[in-house]
């Protein structure tokens, strides 16, 4: 025993290296040859009285180590496993602290091995009996292990059963209402076992109790308590968040008074960003697909947002005078995270609170508070509203770059931080400033300093040229090479530190050069960057660096711009820069990444002519970075320059190079060989088997066998969902199924079926089943990728003799029929443009003959697809439209369904694919159809009826509608014998209907003046009856809407005898029993009858106008409200509101004589616009068109009126009227937009105003 213990202090203690290591050598190999003798031998000397306690404590660290590393723990017997452990466990109650401690990090190394095994399940209840034993030593030690147990689960990531769970938790809890001592360890068990307690903190009770002790620890009078727990509510509201809204107020209650201490302000600010972090990182996952949906509690944070925000904004005023930098890591850069998730958390909800601090602090005489308001808006900079902040953003812009010139130099780092902020997630807004041309200028000018704002203001203007990629007509064309020369100054300065600044310039070059559309300018530029190559050398290290790095991106972007520009390869073009390249690698002695890619890029521009250089680079330079496996990003780099060479090449020219797939695919088994890389490895065996094609066969069980791994790998990955691994896992599956895909596509050739990839198919199900979960939130690209694999299976494999029924299995499944859903839904496009398309729908069409689930779903699929054929303006896919309706037509003429669900669904196929057909004749041919089956449908089924009788009704208003929109004359003929039909069936069911009226209207729209042959019978015999069905919403709507169109159809003339109808429509609006969606509609009608009586209608006007006040006025209140739940419903009633003044200014105000009375009214409609454009309802772009619209025509109506003109003046001039035309400026590409700025600065000329808008 003492030559035992003379080695632990040999190995911990002794002076000499040589000594120590021999020590530790002699402990290691006791340990492997003789594991019960070593771990006994630590643990008496751990123990022993005798020894002291520096000793003892070292023994006790072998111990701790030699139990978790490799889990040698195991290693050894029972019996000793139970001894050590008793003799542990006496120690815990030992005098000396650092025994103690020292027992409690050895049981807890233990218990995080045996737990998760369910082994030693009694010591979790011996150590929680403790936490209640009287004497207060022992209590210390049981807590103090259990916080070490939890210590050791959490680094260990390991979990226990959901009772020792509750155990370990009631334990701390017993610890949280101790002594100090006991407190600080159980609030940090409490910490490390969070990630172990789902199950129980799911339990309500459980979850109060524990929070209501957190509480109270986080506003405890002893600070060092106060800190733990505010520590602890960090991770604690994290666990419990989808519980949030239940302790939202508590939790602001035990911190408001903590966020106003320095002491306590950045830890609670952290608790407050946190929470609004992962509302945003929930929000994130909700928006990136329709797959799954997880409760964000953004509702939770609203309830206390308008303190929270403003103790937040307050803490941003707590800046140090001798703080050399702007990005303080003190309170007030705390406040600036919090502030910056809790204004994208809340969006618009929080805007006013921020703006009204912004404006009264942004002129302040104290530097402190201008650079707070600076911070203010930074940090909003990035919330969902794009539209309101575009527009502060716009008004604000002068104010921050005003502040670039602040006398102090806090306050002109801040004005670069906002105005990098700005450039960055709004760049229109300088780029389409009045001002542009002298903002660039003015931040092109601190290019040459060497200061923070150098950097700033280096990174707005590369920001900036971000937006050239969206820029579609080239309106910023003009700033490409001034830009280019600008950051070329950077590129040449060599007053710097480092090359950060080098690096950041050469990312604007690279964004402007991918934006100019002619070749010759980019080989000009190609040139320039080949002579720089020459001369780079001679710089310094850091400069020679950058530039390099610099200069072979450059020159990869400008290859891959000729690429996509369609540039002939020209020969001496591309020997030249091949030869820079290489002359680059010898220089240097090494290959490198960027050099790669260069090499990659001029291989897709030169493609077929790239064999003549491809032996000397496969042999002198890629076989050196293929060697390379250890230098990861080199590696990855000669990997994809692999796969891009054998993809711009043809088979037979890159032949002699097949057998490298033997040693891609030695790489992917190879363990030193970074996991990123293998995903590389993956896209480059895929790329080079596509174009082998069957040559690659030799290679493909070796290959499948990767691909198996994979599928392998990540459906355990899927198993344990350890979300900090899911990027890596997406981009692997990605890679894995395009393997997989390449691999049909080659081994498939000429459709014969390869039988070995065929017995694959089950494993790729699987797979598929595993990684397309729902709680995995994949992506529709990724959803996309998988149906393509398995209708290419499908396709593939259906001709292999006596397996038909696997192709037809797949094709049925509930895997691939759920996938098809969300495909057909959010990208029908996937199927209709896939090579087998025409087999595909012939597929779906079939399972329409049947009853069951499968039916609906493909019948849903269908339908889903003819929702594309809206956006086919070159007719590409009408093969479908005759085949579609017909294989539809069979559904409605089903009788063997229980309900007529399917028949509805059907015939929304058939009213889609009408809404494309482009031949009146071919719409004719339909209607005569739909005529014949109205005749005979009265005899069907009572469902079957009904069903179809809508969807017939449906048709036939959409036949109309087409005919109408493709210009057809009216036959008076079809109009009379549809009329017929229509009214026939009123009489049939004794009664009238709205889809009845729908295609009335339908009707009236296509024979325009030649309906006033009906006119009477329909309004006296008809139209009556449904005007009165005032209780029967859908009827009396369908009534409304059809007297709507009717009017519009005729002249006045025509329906002049109806027009006391107004006082009957007026009568309905104020009648109470009327559903206030109706009187949507009765606005709708009113407009469009007084648009076609103009000044006949004027002894309505009073009445009429009264109506809209009203209307107004409840519009006003609910924007004060903001009942979010009504919201729809408003946005409607304004649209209706607007549409009915405006049609009121055009029917008044006859040959631009102004009308007076309506005049009296412009300040109640200036008051209605600002209350219901405000941006914290969102208006739509549509809404403000209309608002905008109102105003001009307000101005162009009124500026006539003798002694007024100011009036006019005053609306062009209003802020109102501007923010307005500034929202629609961001939507120029709008062609109405255009018009009414156009209109806007018409009248500013005729005025002989500026024109603010250009």
């Known amino acids: 025993m003492q030559e035992f213990v003379e080695l632990i202090q040999a190995a911990f203690f002794a002076k000499e290296n040589n000594q120590r290591s021999q020590a530790e050598q002699q402990l290691v190999n006791l340990k492997h040859q003789l594991p019960n003798e070593f771990f006994q031998k630590c643990s008496n000397a751990f123990i022993s009285p005798q020894l002291d306690s520096q000793t003892r404590v070292a023994a006790g660290t072998l111990l701790q180590r030699c139990i978790t590393y490799e889990q040698g723990w195991l290693t050894i017997g029972l019996d000793v496993k139970r001894k050590i452990k008793d003799e542990l466990l006496s120690q815990l109650i030992s005098s000396d602290q650092n025994i103690k401690k020292s027992a409690a990090s050895c049981l807890s190394g233990i218990c995080a091995i045996e737990l998760p095994r369910q082994e030693w399940p009694e010591?979790?209840?011996?150590?929680?009996?403790?936490?209640?034993?009287?004497?207060?030593?022992?209590?210390?030690?049981?807590?103090?292990?259990?916080?070490?147990?939890?210590?050791?689960?959490?680094?260990?990531?390991?979990?226990?059963?959901?009772?020792?769970?509750?155990?370990?938790?009631?334990?701390?809890c017993m610890g949280l209402q101790g002594e100090k001592e006991i407190k600080l360890i159980s609030i940090r068990a409490l910490k490390d076992s969070l990630q172990f307690m789902d199950q129980v903190l799911a339990q309500q009770q459980i979850r109060d109790h524990v929070t209501k002790l957190l509480v109270e620890q986080a506003i405890s009078q002893d600070s060092e308590i106060r800190l733990a727990a505010l520590e602890c509510l960090i991770d604690y509201t994290k666990a419990i968040f989808d519980y949030l809204e239940q302790y939202i107020l508590g939790l602001w209650n035990c911190t408001q008074e903590s966020i106003y201490k320095f002491d306590f302000a950045i830890v609670t600010m952290e608790i407050w960003q946190s929470i609004a972090s992962e509302i945003n990182e929930r929000s994130a996952v909700s928006?990136?697909?329709?797959?799954?949906?997880?409760?964000?509690?953004?509702?939770?944070?609203?309830l206390i947002s308008q303190q929270l925000i403003q103790a937040v904004l307050q803490n941003l005023l707590i800046s140090d005078e001798d703080e050399e930098d702007d990005e303080e890591q003190g309170v007030q850069e705390a406040a600036y995270k919090a502030a910056s998730s809790i204004s994208e958390?809340?969006?618009?909800?929080?805007?006013?609170?921020?703006?009204?601090?912004i404006e009264n602090t942004l002129q302040a005489q104290e530097w402190q508070n201008r650079k707070a308001s600076l911070l203010a808006f930074s940090s909003m900079v990035e919330t969902s509203d794009v539209l309101e902040l575009f527009q502060f953003s716009n008004s604000a812009i002068g104010e921050f770059i005003k502040k670039l010139a602040d006398p102090h130099k806090q306050v002109r780092y801040a004005a670069g931080r906002v105005i990098t902020r700005i450039a960055e997630n709004y760049p229109l807004v300088i780029l389409k400033h009045q001002f542009a041309d002298e903002y660039i200028n003015q931040f092109s000018q601190f290019l040459q300093g060497n200061t923070k704002l150098t950097k700033y203001l280096l990174w707005t203007l590369v920001?900036?040229?971000?937006?050239?990629?969206?820029?579609?007509?080239?309106?910023?064309?003009?700033?490409?090479?001034?830009l280019i020369s600008q950051f070329a100054t950077v590129i040449g300065r060599q007053d710097f530190q480092d090359g950060t600044l080098l690096d950041i310039a050469w990312v604007g070059i690279i964004n402007c050069l991918q934006c100019i559309k002619e070749p010759q300018k980019i080989k000009t530029y190609l040139e320039a960057f080949g002579q720089q190559m020459l001369t780079v050398y001679s710089q310094t290290r850091w400069q020679k660096e950058a530039n390099i790095s610099g200069l072979l991106s450059a020159i990869h972007i400008c290859f891959l711009r000729l690429v996509v520009l369609g540039d002939q390869c020209d020969i001496q073009l591309m020997n030249n820069f091949y030869q820079l390249i290489v002359d680059y690698f010898k220089k240097i002695q090494t290959v490198t990444q960027d050099g790669f890619y260069a090499i990659s890029a001029i291989a897709q521009y030169s493609k077929i002519n790239f064999k003549s250089l491809l032996d000397d680079f496969m042999q002198n330079y890629l076989e050196i970075g293929l060697q390379k496996k250890l230098e990861i990003e080199t590696f990855k780099g000669a990997i994809l320059c692999l796969a891009d060479i054998a993809r711009s090449l043809q088979y037979k020219e890159f032949s002699?190079?097949?057998?490298?797939?033997?040693?891609?695919?030695?790489c992917v088994n190879d363990q030193q060989v970074n996991r990123v890389a293998k995903i590389a490895l993956f896209v480059c065996i895929a790329d080079i088997v596509l174009i082998a094609e069957h040559e690659a066969e030799p290679y493909f069980q070796a290959i499948w066998q990767l691909v198996k791994s994979g599928f392998t790998a990540s459906i355990f990955f899927t198993q344990n969902k350890d979300m900090t691994q899911l990027e890596y896992y997406e981009n692997l599956n990605d890679a894995l199924l395009n393997c997989y895909l390449c691999m049909l596509h080659a081994f498939n050739l000429n459709k014969i079926p390869y039988l070995p990839l065929y017995q694959t198919i089950s494993e790729l199900c699987m797979f598929i089943q595993a990684t397309s979960e729902k709680s995995l939130t994949p992506t529709v690209e990724y959803i996309r990728l998988c149906v393509t694999c398995l209708l290419d299976c499908v396709s593939y494999y259906k001709q292999v003799k006596g397996q038909e029924n696997i192709s037809q299995k797949i094709l049925t499944s509930p895997l691939l029929i759920s996938l098809l859903e969300i495909i057909a839904e959010n990208y029908p496009l996937v199927i209709l443009k896939h090579q087998f398309a025409d087999e595909y729908i012939n597929q779906f069409s079939q399972f329409l003959q049947g009853n069951t689930k499968l039916t609906k779903y493909l019948l849903w699929t269908l339908v889903n697809i003819t929702e594309a054929f809206r956006d086919d303006p070159i007719n590409q896919f009408g093969k479908y439209y005759e085949f579609l309706i017909s294989q539809f037509a069979t559904v409605i003429g089903r009788q063997d369904f229980q309900d007529g669900t399917l028949l509805d669904i059907a015939w929304v196929g058939i009213i889609n694919c009408l809404q494309c057909i482009k031949e009146p004749q071919k719409i004719k041919t339909y209607l005569e159809a739909f005529g014949q089956q109205m005749l005979t449908v009265y005899s069907q089924t009572r469902w079957q009826k009904e069903a179809n009788i809508s969807g017939l009704l449906s048709a036939i208003h959409i036949c109309f509608l087409r005919l109408v929109v493709l210009g057809d004359q009216c036959d008076i003929q079809l109009m009379n014998n549809f009329?017929?039909?229509?009214?026939?069936?009123?009489?049939?069911?004794?009664?009238?209907?709205?889809?009845?009226?729908?295609?009335?209207?339908?009707?009236?729209?296509?024979?325009?003046?030649?309906?006033?042959?009906?006119?009477?019978?329909?309004?006296?015999?008809?139209?009556?009856?449904?005007l009165q069905k005032k209780l029967e919403i859908?009827?009396?709507?369908?009534?409304?809407?059809?007297?709507?169109?009717?009017?519009?159809?005729?002249?006045?003339?025509?329906?002049?005898?109806?027009?006391?109808?107004l006082e009957y429509l007026i009568t309905c609006v104020n009648d109470q029993q009327v559903n206030r969606v109706a009187k949507i509609a009765l606005f709708v009608c009113i407009a469009d009858i007084?648009?076609?009586?103009?000044?006949?209608?004027?002894?309505?006007?009073?009445?009429?106008?009264?109506?809209?006040?009203?209307?107004f006025t409840a519009s006003i209140f609910f924007t004060q409200n903001k009942d979010m739940t009504q919201l729809e419903y408003y946005e409607n009633l304004n649209d209706a509101l607007l549409n009915c003044y405006l049609c009121m200014l055009h029917a008044f105000n006859l040959n631009k004589i102004p009308y007076l009375p309506l005049y009296q009214t412009i300040s109640e409609l200036c008051m209605f616009i600002q209350a219901t454009s405000e941006k914290s309802l969102t208006p739509t772009v549509e809404y403000i068109r209309l608002c905008v619209t109102c105003l001009l025509d307000c101005v162009s109506y009124y500026k006539q009126v003798k002694g007024q003109e100011n009036i006019s003046q005053k609306i062009l001039t209003s802020p109102l009227l501007i923010s307005l035309l500034e929202m629609l400026k961001q939507y120029s590409n709008q062609q109405e937009n255009q018009q009414l700025i156009m209109y806007a600065n018409d009248l500013c000329k005729s005025f002989q105003l500026p024109q603010y808008l250009n």
């Open 123 to 172: 010591i979790i209840s011996i150590l929680v009996s403790n936490t209640r034993h009287e004497s207060i030593e022992v209590k210390k030690a049981a807590t103090i292990t259990l916080g070490y147990i939890c210590e050791a689960l959490k680094n260990q990531k390991q979990s226990i059963e959901k009772s020792e769970s509750e155990k370990v938790l009631y334990g701390i």
């Open 287 to 302: 928006n990136r697909t329709n797959l799954g949906f997880r409760k964000t509690q953004k509702d939770a944070l609203q």
């Open 345 to 357: 958390a809340l969006g618009n909800l929080s805007y006013q609170l921020y703006l009204r601090f």
């Open 463 to 482: 920001n900036i040229t971000e937006a050239f990629r969206d820029d579609p007509i080239n309106q910023f064309g003009k700033y490409y090479e001034f």
């Open 656 to 666: 002699k190079y097949l057998r490298i797939l033997e040693y891609l695919i030695t």
């Open 979 to 1026: 009329y017929q039909l229509i009214v026939d069936y009123f009489k049939k069911i004794q009664t009238v209907t709205q889809d009845g009226f729908y295609a009335i209207s339908a009707i009236a729209q296509y024979s325009k003046i030649n309906f006033k042959s009906l006119l009477d019978d329909f309004m006296q015999n008809y139209l009556e009856i449904g």
């Open 1034 to 1061: 859908e009827t009396f709507k369908g009534a409304i809407l059809c007297l709507a169109d009717i009017a519009r159809s005729l002249q006045y003339k025509e329906f002049s005898k109806y027009l006391r109808i």
């Open 1090 to 1111: 007084v648009l076609i009586a103009e000044h006949e209608a004027e002894p309505y006007f009073q009445a009429i106008w009264q109506l809209v006040k009203s209307g």
